[in-house]
């Protein structure tokens, strides 16, 4: 009886914690789900764009609500946040972003964070928050090259959630786009590097970017945003040899370079705090953009940007300026029939 009474008492914590965390976003992600795996190798990494055949197809999830969903990759249970749009419905094609989180946070705090999820809902896309595994330091993120990451294949897994998201919903194949904070940032790099020709475009925060492990050779343009802060102290503008992190603007030109582009940088934006300077001239459709932050540290940015439409100029917040980049850059070429 003591053993069952312990079994159950153990059950009820942790719904208790998943509960807390859907409510608050601020809990660490429970261990069941970041549990230190042994690495699996195998299954098939697709880097070109594929059909979505979730179109037509009733899904199980109700729109405008945020689900913990799971799905098998390299024999691992991997985990992700998933929201709908309120409008959505399988009759129409919408545009996805994957948001990832920093090292030793969650899915749950990324989105409180990056407030991508009201993003989502105003926008009318899908937005999923993937969950880091726990690696041999205790902490969760993503394996981009840093010493105490977990030894797992996450490349592979972003391709396998793509392929699962792609079967159960209708996705826009053509504007599937990437974001992430500090390690996030530095996966969505790794991204750049290796499925540019799935994924359209990819703005990194205060992002972490050692060598790709295997290096960095894509095969299809990648438009890239990234955001940081002078005053960083946990991911330093100017880098830091001994973590193997360029210096910002220097990362910046080698993407510039694999981009092939022919005009740049030039300083496009000016206002307070913020420096923005860009490349252009690249091959396809793409671009190369860093906003410079004076004086911010490691942080999503706290500052506002003024943002030029026809109608005026409007104050907006990182997000919405990294939205409207994803709009602007799709996926170069006819869309897969589905």
Same mark, same amino acid.
């Given at each position: 009886?003591?053993?069952?009474?312990?079994?159950?008492?153990?059950?009820?914590?942790?719904?208790?914690?998943?509960?807390?965390?859907?409510?608050?976003?601020?809990?660490?992600?429970?261990?069941?789900?970041?549990?230190?795996?042994?690495?699996?190798?195998?299954?098939?990494?697709?880097?070109?764009?594929?059909?979505?055949?979730?179109?037509?197809?009733?899904?199980?999830?109700?729109?405008?609500?945020?689900?913990?969903?799971?799905?098998?990759?390299?024999?691992?249970?991997?985990?992700?946040?998933?929201?709908?749009?309120?409008?959505?419905?399988?009759?129409?094609?919408?545009?996805?972003?994957?948001?990832?989180?920093?090292?030793?946070?969650?899915?749950?705090?990324?989105?409180?964070?990056?407030?991508?999820?009201?993003?989502?809902?105003?926008?009318?896309?899908?937005?999923?928050?993937?969950?880091?595994?726990?690696?041999?330091?205790?902490?969760?993120?993503?394996?981009?090259?840093?010493?105490?990451?977990?030894?797992?294949?996450?490349?592979?897994?972003?391709?396998?959630?793509?392929?699962?998201?792609?079967?159960?919903?209708?996705?826009?194949?053509?504007?599937?786009?990437?974001?992430?904070?500090?390690?996030?940032?530095?996966?969505?790099?790794?991204?750049?590097?290796?499925?540019?020709?799935?994924?359209?475009?990819?703005?990194?925060?205060? &992002?972490?970017?050692?060598?790709?492990? &295997?290096?960095?050779?894509?095969?299809?343009?990648?438009?890239?945003?990234?955001?940081?802060?002078?005053?960083?102290?946990?991911?330093?503008?100017?880098?830091?040899?001994?973590?193997?992190?360029?210096?910002?603007?220097?990362?910046?030109?080698?993407?510039?370079?694999?981009?092939?582009?022919?005009?740049?940088?030039?300083?496009?934006?000016?206002?307070?705090?913020?420096?923005?300077?860009?490349?252009?001239?690249?091959?396809?459709?793409?671009?190369?953009?860093?906003?410079?932050?004076?004086?911010?540290?490691?942080?999503?940015?706290?500052?506002?940007?003024?943002?030029?439409?026809?109608? &005026?100029?409007?104050?907006?917040?990182?997000?919405?300026?990294?939205?409207?980049?994803?709009?602007?850059?799709?996926?170069?070429?006819?869309?897969?029939?589905?």
């Amino acid at each position: 009886m003591s053993c069952m009474k312990n079994i159950l008492c153990k059950c009820a914590g942790l719904a208790l914690c998943l509960f807390l965390l859907l409510m608050a976003g601020c809990v660490a992600i429970p261990s069941a789900l970041t549990a230190l795996p042994a690495y699996s190798a195998g299954g098939t990494l697709i880097a070109t764009p594929i059909s979505s055949r979730g179109c037509d197809k009733s899904t199980p999830i109700r729109p405008r609500t945020s689900v913990l969903e799971s799905m098998k990759s390299a024999g691992l249970t991997r985990s992700y946040l998933l929201y709908l749009p309120p409008d959505y419905h399988s009759a129409s094609q919408y545009p996805l972003v994957l948001n990832f989180h920093g090292y030793g946070s969650n899915a749950y705090q990324q989105a409180q964070r990056s407030a991508f999820t009201a993003l989502a809902r105003e926008q009318d896309f899908i937005v999923a928050y993937p969950q880091g595994m726990r690696g041999p330091g205790g902490r969760t993120g993503w394996a981009t090259g840093l010493p105490f990451r977990p030894p797992v294949n996450d490349v592979l897994f972003v391709s396998d959630l793509l392929s699962h998201l792609q079967a159960t919903l209708c996705i826009d194949p053509q504007r599937i786009y990437a974001t992430g904070f500090s390690n996030g940032g530095g996966m969505t790099n790794l991204l750049a590097c290796k499925l540019a020709g799935r994924i359209a475009a990819f703005a990194p925060v205060s &992002g972490s970017y050692p060598p790709a492990p &295997g290096g960095c050779d894509p095969h299809h343009p990648a438009p890239i945003m990234e955001f940081h802060g002078t005053a960083d102290p946990v991911v330093l503008y100017k880098g830091n040899p001994l973590k193997r992190e360029p210096p910002v603007a220097f990362w910046l030109r080698q993407w510039a370079s694999r981009d092939g582009c022919t005009k740049g940088p030039i300083t496009f934006y000016r206002s307070g705090s913020v420096i923005g300077e860009q490349w252009t001239g690249c091959k396809g459709n793409a671009t190369v953009i860093g906003y410079r932050i004076v004086g911010e540290g490691h942080r999503w940015p706290a500052v506002l940007f003024n943002i030029h439409t026809g109608k &005026g100029v409007y104050p907006s917040t990182a997000s919405e300026v990294i939205w409207s980049f994803f709009q602007t850059h799709p996926l170069g070429g006819p869309t897969p029939k589905s």
